[in-house]
C-alpha cells in the first residue's frame, strides 16, 4: 500500500471520531479546552504507534485465541506508561485529563487497530498506521476542543479572541460537547460527500 | 443516609453517560431499539457489579499489600474481559435471543470504558465495599435510564423529517445534547 496514503487516511477519510465514530468517551470527555483535547491525542497517539509496533512484531507468536488479551495486556503496559510519565513531568494535564488517561486502555480505536491492521501487516505499516490514525485523533480532538472553547469561553488555546463574558457556558459543560460534536460531523459528512 | 445520596448522585446529578461521557460507545451503539437498549442494561449492570467487587478485592487484598498499584490499570481490565466472557457463555446457553440480539456490543463491553471507569472511581473515591457496590448498582441504574429514554427519543426522531445533512449519527447527538441538558436541572440535589 502508498505509506503517504495509509497515513494520511486518519485525518479526514477515514478520521477516528467524525467518520467512523469510535473512541467517543475520550472525545467528548477531555474536549473542554483545546489544549486537553490536545494532550489526549498525543497520549492515545503514543500508546497506538507502540502497541501497534508491539502487536505487529510478536503477532507470529501469538495462538489465535488468546490474541485479544494478549493484544490488551500490550496496550495497558503502555498506557501505564503514558500515565507515570505524564504524572511526572506534566501534573496539570494529568489532573485535568483525570480518569481518561488510563481508560486510554478501553479506547475502541487502539485494539481495534491492533486488531484489524497491526496484527495483519508488517511493522513499518502498522507503525505508520498508528501515528496516522493516531494524529487524526488528535486532530479531531484539537477542532473539537477548540470550538467548544471559543464558543464557551472566547479563547483558544487560553488566547483571547472576545471577551469571556459573551460566551456560552453551555459548551464547556457536558450538554456542549454532544451539540458540537453533531454538528461538526454533520460537517465533515458533507465535505465527504463533496469529495467522492 | 449516605447510601441515598450516593445513589441520587450517581443517578441523576452525575449522570455516568450525560455527565462523566463514561460508555459513550454502546450509548451511541445500541440506542436504536428499546428492546436492546434494556438487554444492554441488564448485561453491562450485571458485569459492572461484579467487576467492582472483583477489581475492589484485587486492589485492597494484591495490590496494596504488594505494593504494586502501578498495576492496576493492567490487572483491572484483565479481570473484566474475562468476566465479559463469562457471561458471554452464560447468555448464549440461558438466552439465545438475547445474545443474538446484543450481538458484537457484548464482546465490546470489555471496552465499555463505564466499567473500568467505576472500578477505578471506586477506589479513587475511597469507598468501602459496600458503598462500592452501591454506587455500581446506581451507576448502573442511571446507565440503563439514559439508555432507555435515548433509545425511546431515537425512535421518535427516526420518523421525523430531519435535514438531510444531520439525519444519522449528527441528530441522535444534538438530541443527546439536549437530554443532557434536561438532566443539568438536576444538579442543585445533592
Redesign the interface.
Known amino acids: 500500500m502508498n505509506q503517504w496514503k495509509n497515513f494520511t487516511k486518519g485525518f479526514i477519510k477515514e478520521n477516528p471520531v467524525f467518520v467512523l465514530l469510535l473512541g467517543m468517551c475520550p472525545t467528548l470527555g477531555t474536549t473542554g479546552t483545546a489544549i486537553n483535547g490536545l494532550g489526549m491525542g498525543l497520549a492515545t497517539t503514543f500508546v497506538l504507534v507502540m502497541s501497534n509496533l508491539v502487536v505487529s512484531l510478536i503477532k507470529n507468536l501469538i495462538p489465535d485465541k488468546v490474541r485479544i488479551p494478549a493484544f490488551i495486556v500490550v496496550i495497558a503496559t503502555f498506557v501505564t506508561i503514558v500515565e507515570m510519565v505524564m504524572q511526572a513531568y506534566l501534573p496539570s494535564l494529568y489532573e485535568s485529563l483525570g480518569l481518561f488517561i488510563p481508560l486510554i486502555v478501553v479506547n475502541c480505536i487502539v485494539l481495534g487497530r491492533a486488531e484489524a491492521f497491526a496484527s495483519k501487516n508488517n511493522v513499518k505499516s502498522s507503525v505508520i498506521d498508528g501515528a496516522g490514525i493516531g494524529l487524526g485523533f488528535a486532530f479531531a480532538l484539537t477542532i473539537l476542543g477548540s470550538v467548544r472553547e471559543l464558543l464557551g469561553s472566547g479563547k483558544v488555546f487560553d488566547i483571547t479572541i472576545y471577551p469571556e463574558n459573551y460566551g456560552m457556558l453551555i459548551f464547556i459543560l457536558a450538554p456542549g460537547a454532544f451539540i458540537a460534536l453533531g454538528y461538526i460531523i454533520a460537517v465533515i459528512n458533507r465535505l465527504n460527500k463533496k469529495n467522492a | 443516609m449516605e447510601y441515598i445520596i450516593i445513589i441520587i448522585s450517581a443517578i441523576l446529578v452525575n449522570n455516568i453517560v ?8 454502546p450509548f ?1 451503539g445500541v440506542s436504536k431499539k428499546i428492546e436492546t437498549a434494556v438487554g444492554m442494561t441488564g448485561a453491562v449492570t450485571f458485569v459492572m457489579v461484579l467487576a467492582t467487587i472483583v477489581t475492589f478485592l484485587i486492589q485492597h487484598y494484591i495490590l496494596i499489600p504488594f505494593e504494586i498499584q ?5 490487572s483491572f ?2 479481570v473484566i ?1 474475562s468476566l465479559v466472557q463469562l457471561v458471554e457463555i452464560i447468555l448464549k446457553k440461558v438466552s439465545p435471543s438475547l445474545h443474538q440480539a446484543l450481538g458484537v456490543f457484548l464482546p ?1 463491553i ?4 463505564a ?3 467505576v472500578a ?2 471506586v477506589i ?1 473515591k475511597e469507598f468501602n465495599l459496600m458503598e462500592g457496590v452501591v454506587y455500581a448498582i446506581a451507576n448502573a441504574i442511571g446507565f440503563g435510564l439514559a439508555l432507555i429514554i435515548f433509545a425511546g427519543l431515537r425512535e421518535h426522531t427516526d420518523l421525523q423529517d430531519v435535514p438531510k ?2 439525519k444519522g ?6 438530541t ?3 437530554l ?2 434536561a438532566f ?1 436541572g438536576f444538579s442543585g440535589i445533592v
Request: with cysteine; proline share 2%; glycine share 10%.
Open positions: 450525560l455527565n462523566q461521557f463514561l460508555g459513550v460507545c451511541l502501578y498495576l492496576q490499570t493492567i481490565i484483565l474481559a465490546l470489555t471496552t465499555n470504558c466499567i473500568l471507569g477505578i472511581l479513587q445533512g444531520l449519527v449528527p441528530i441522535a447527538l444534538i443527546a445534547g439536549i443532557a441538558m443539568m
